[in-house]
DNA sequence: ATATATCCTATCTATTTAGTAGTATTTATT
DNA sequence: AATAAATACTACTAAATAGATAGGATATAT
């Protein structure tokens, strides 16, 4: 399971992209009224994804949050990573949180040989996936 | 992620089908120490798959646990239902935990479509395996 | 009777999830 | 310069989940 705060990061930037126009930012609590995000706990999604890169702010009125980079430039992939670190099921498959296993042989690990594929399967899917193909457009 | 627990019940299973010879139990101390698994806690994880009909018990001397169907009768999915609960990404997107989203219309929601494609692929892959597909033989 | 296995109830600690509260800082406008 | 309005930051909290552990009750083969 992706966590709520997954879906709410998902859903503030399709927002943010869906209501960007000129080069007004979008303010925390117009997102938070209109997608139903409880707006303390947006606050704090809003500023990891601008400590990733993902967003730019400008404070103080006017102020707001706007994509660093295009819609289509931002993979689903990579702000499920962000917040809540790694898409594959096992530690031992993961591509960028990998930990070893303790207590198997990796190489022969049936397990594993599993897992890599739902991740594969899984990351054909995601990849493809951005916030652009997310919005309403 | 899976659960520790999960990965704990997978490999007990495996351990079963591959020491099941005449119709003699497998202990469960025999399972912790062979599988590097705290015994106490594999106690847990063997009665729940037993109160879930995918082991039989018998207590007492040479007592144990015994696969209560054949190995390529259980499905992987099933053991992580079981233990885990939902396989899918998102509580609207399971087939077997369905939760319905307070907050968005599903008919219309980008993000339910795609992590039903993943719930999708990954389903293909897991409904395919069993714990006869992951023993040694 | 006894040894040995599962069964059951209760408890525990650490981590994660999902927030909330309050203050500091920055910026546009008047 | 004052003010209003926005993000930034620090700290805290409550509930759920993960990952176990402890101890006694019960069943069974010998």
New interface residues.
Partial sequence: ??SNKC?YA??AL?HIANNEQDDRAVMTSDIARE??IPRKFLEIILRELRNNRILESKRGKDGGFRLLRAAEDIS?TEVMRIIDG?I????CVSLNYYRKC???EEESC??KA?FE??RD??L???NG?TIK???LS
């Avoid at 594959?88 to 530690?91: F, G, H, I, N, Q």
């Fill in positions: 399971m992706i879906k998902i859903r399709v997608q139903q689903l790694p594959a099921m096992l530690p303790d207590e198997c049936e397990i599993v594929q739902v399967r899984t054909d899917i995601l996936q193909s997310l919005t």
